[in-house]
């Protein structure tokens, strides 16, 4: 790559992120709730409490960890609730624009979700984006855990063929988690209000905070190096 803007590799999360699909997690997570007769929680209250791994935001709700029994019923009703209500989700406002135009310019950018690899692929082709990243990955292996082993798996695939290499990548999600694993492989992280956290709860992370993709992009161009 040559000097400049063109350095600088976005890294996207999916969900919460260039996905809009906050409501349907929220739902998702409700209904994995009821399993173990808990009452539901609004979205305020989940940004507030929300943390990884999955099993510790559980907690926080539970008072306790819930048992492996537990874990897997809420687990399985959480992605099947899920998987119903996500094709009624669209791309987060202006992210396809965003996408579109970071490739367009020569840069590039790839797709690192914890969704699960095998659903992610065809549904972001569904969407019609996939064109826009040189690598899209999922989760490979269990729920629940954090982003950070998969963040750096991830930079070992980009570095073969497209030579990328995470200083030069700026992690785009909505996540403390995303934050976490950006900074374990020694990539920046911009995180954005729009999905799984408030944004007191993000300022936390130490990472830049915003509430759109635009001003998440603008913001990550003044890092090339």
């Known amino acids: 790559m040559t000097s400049g ?7 996207w999360d999916w969900n919460g992120t260039l996905l809009d699909d906050t409501h349907a997690v929220i739902g998702a997570t409700n209904a994995a709730f009821a399993e173990v007769e808990l009452e539901p929680i609004t979205l305020e ?7 990884i791994p999955i099993p510790r935001f559980y907690e926080r709700i539970l008072g306790r960890l819930p048992t492996e029994a537990e874990w897997e019923r809420m687990d399985g009703v959480f992605h099947r609730y899920y998987a119903e209500r996500r094709t009624g989700c669209g791309l987060t406002t202006g ?3 965003l996408l579109r135009g970071w490739q367009r310019a020569g840069r590039s950018q790839s797709l690192l979700s914890m969704y699960g690899h095998e659903q992610l692929v ?4 569904g969407y019609g984006i996939e064109p ?4 899209v990955e999922g989760r490979r292996g269990p729920s629940g855990g954090s982003k950070a082993l998969h963040m750096e798996r991830h930079f070992e695939a980009l570095a073969g063929p497209d030579g990328i290499a995470p200083e030069n990548a700026v992690v785009i999600g909505d996540a403390l988690d995303d934050a976490v694993a950006a900074a374990h492989v020694g990539a920046r992280a911009v995180l954005y209000t729009g999905g799984s956290h408030s944004r007191s709860s993000l300022e936390g992370a130490g990472v830049p905070v915003v509430d759109s993709l635009a001003e998440a992009v603008a913001l990550a161009e003044t890092f090339a190096g």
């Open 132 to 135: 826009r990243f040189v690598r």
């Open 5 to 11: 803007t063109t350095r600088t590799h976005l890294v």
């Open 45 to 51: 209250q989940y940004r507030e409490m929300y943390t």
């Open 95 to 97: 992210a396809d624009e």
């Open 122 to 125: 065809p549904v972001v082709r």
